[in-house]
């Protein structure tokens, strides 16, 4: 029996991936007379944002970093002020952009509100998410909110630590197969994954089979209440 049931935030409760597709699709426009090989230049992109989260971590200001590190890498050094401004512009104008919070969303949590604590766990910059989480107004909802800089093994083992949580009594939702599921699963714990559309490849690369155990897959965040009636009733 669960105690408490945790959500990730980005691509799970509000769109995210999105606006970096976005971004991704008007910065190889900006390096076209550079490169003309579209898949190309996002390829690179991808692989220098990958290689920096380990630097800046995960958000759109890493992001808006590894911009202006793969176009001028792209270009071979002969970018423009004025066209890396541009670069630089592409992630302002994510950071100031409004946050769509899914229809089903905030009806959803209220249903999980009447019987059970929830907690927030999302990962990225943490006054960059505390901005955004504000925005949606759904703080309300939410008993604890944990904004950390990598979703491991060990990070959701000292979040249970210290919120006094057994493993197997804490469920876990999201679309990170990396970072929602796995992890949760290895400690024990019950892990339900709500694919997004457009997830980043590296949130789904997984060097592992999942556990059968503990698993459970939706298409929507909607049937998560009909999923924890079940799960409680049946004491899983």
């Known amino acids: 029996?669960?105690?408490?049931?945790?959500?990730?935030?980005?691509?799970?409760?509000?769109?995210?991936?999105?606006?970096?597709?976005?971004?991704?699709?008007?910065?190889v426009q900006l390096l076209k007379t550079y490169h003309q090989d579209e898949n190309a230049v996002k390829a690179r992109l991808d692989e220098v944002?990958?290689?920096?989260?380990?630097i800046y971590g995960y958000g759109i200001k890493s992001f808006s970093l590894s911009m202006i590190e793969a176009a001028i890498e792209i270009s071979q050094g002969?970018?423009?002020?004025?066209?890396?401004?541009a670069v630089a512009g592409l992630g302002r104008k994510m950071l100031s952009t409004r946050v769509r919070v899914f229809p089903w969303t905030e009806g959803t949590l209220a249903i999980l509100a009447k019987d059970w604590?929830?907690?927030?766990i999302t990962k990225g910059?943490?006054?960059e998410q505390s901005k955004k989480i504000e925005r949606t107004g759904l703080l309300k909802y939410f008993r604890y909110v944990e904004i950390v800089g990598d979703k491991t093994t060990a990070i959701y083992q000292a979040l249970l630590e210290r919120h006094r949580i057994q493993a197997q009594h804490f469920l876990m939702v999201g679309n990170?197969?990396?970072?929602?599921?796995l992890p949760v699963l290895e400690l024990g714990g019950i892990a339900v994954y709500i694919p997004y559309a457009s997830t980043w490849a590296h949130e789904h690369r997984v060097d592992k089979d999942l556990p059968k155990d503990g698993y459970?897959?939706?298409e929507s965040l909607a049937e998560l209440p009909a999923l924890v009636r079940k799960l409680s009733h049946s004491g899983g």
Do not use: H, P
């Open 1 to 27: 029996m669960f105690e408490i049931i945790a959500l990730d935030a980005d691509d799970t409760l509000w769109d995210n991936e999105i606006y970096y597709t976005q971004a991704k699709d008007e910065f």
């Open 49 to 54: 944002e990958e290689g920096n989260v380990s």
């Open 78 to 85: 002969a970018i423009s002020g004025k066209e890396l401004e």
């Open 117 to 120: 604590d929830l907690m927030m």
């Open 125 to 127: 910059d943490v006054f």
């Open 176 to 181: 990170s197969l990396r970072s929602d599921i």
């Open 216 to 218: 459970y897959e939706l």
